[in-house]
């Protein structure tokens, strides 16, 4: 049997070629071509942030799955401290569109507004610091790189006006929407280059 770091490339193959591109969608259109999906590396490579959407709905499936992936995301002491919001009807996307009045924003599908749960986050006993944005943010993540493995693109959305986000979907007080993520086709299929720091700047061996 192959060992989890020795994963042979012809056993993977057959693998990788999972759901939800697959399948027919129960919509009807196929949008996704048949295609093996990457790993992590090449998914963090692929991913970034989308400024610019078809209008081609988010086929159900995709979406389902993005959501199992975010599901399982880690969360200090498993609290999962969040909930998630899918805006994708004309009276969400408007509402959601107010908050971040951006031309490109309001290209995309679906926006998803992920809000922390504060009366379930965890509070570090030493120094108080509440965690629900650490949380929340591995789970939006986890929304990003899924999407990116569907061909879908997002985008993270923090610059936005939260408490007319609160206000426009009646949301209870105890949660805060902390970041919105659009996602859809991308409008191009050009993927800008990533500009980052380079390692030795970042890493120090102690
Ligand atoms: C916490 C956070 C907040 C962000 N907020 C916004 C935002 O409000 N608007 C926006 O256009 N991009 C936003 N971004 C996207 C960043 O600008 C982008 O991730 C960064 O420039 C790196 O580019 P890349 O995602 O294409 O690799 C945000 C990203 C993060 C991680």
Redesign the pocket.
């Known amino acids: 049997m192959a060992s989890y770091w020795t994963r042979k490339d012809d056993e993977s193959e057959e693998l990788r070629t999972v759901k939800p591109w697959e399948e027919e969608t129960s919509h009807g259109k196929i949008i996704f071509p048949k295609r093996k999906a990457m790993n992590l590396l090449e998914l963090a490579q692929t991913?970034?942030?989308v400024?610019g959407y078809k209008q081609d709905a988010v086929p159900e499936e995709a979406l389902q799955y993005i959501l199992d992936c975010t599901r399982l995301a880690p969360s200090a002491v498993n609290k999962q401290p969040w909930h998630f919001y899918i805006c994708r009807t004309e009276d969400a996307l408007s509402k959601v569109r107010q908050c971040?009045n951006?031309e490109w924003f309001a290209t995309a599908p679906l926006v998803i507004v992920c809000c922390i749960n504060h009366n379930e986050e965890w509070v570090r006993p030493s120094d108080g610091h509440t965690h629900g944005i650490v949380d929340i943010?591995i789970a939006a993540e986890h929304i990003c790189l899924a999407a990116t493995e569907c061909g879908l693109g997002s985008?993270?959305?923090?610059?936005?006006d939260t408490a007319l986000c609160h206000q426009l979907f009646n949301l209870p007080d105890n949660q805060e929407p902390a970041?919105l993520i659009p996602l859809g086709i991308p409008s191009t299929e050009d993927i800008?280059e990533?500009t980052r720091k380079p390692m030795g700047d970042i890493v120090t061996e102690l």
């Open positions: 991913r970034y942030s400024r971040y951006r943010s985008c993270w959305v923090c610059n936005f970041v800008p990533k």
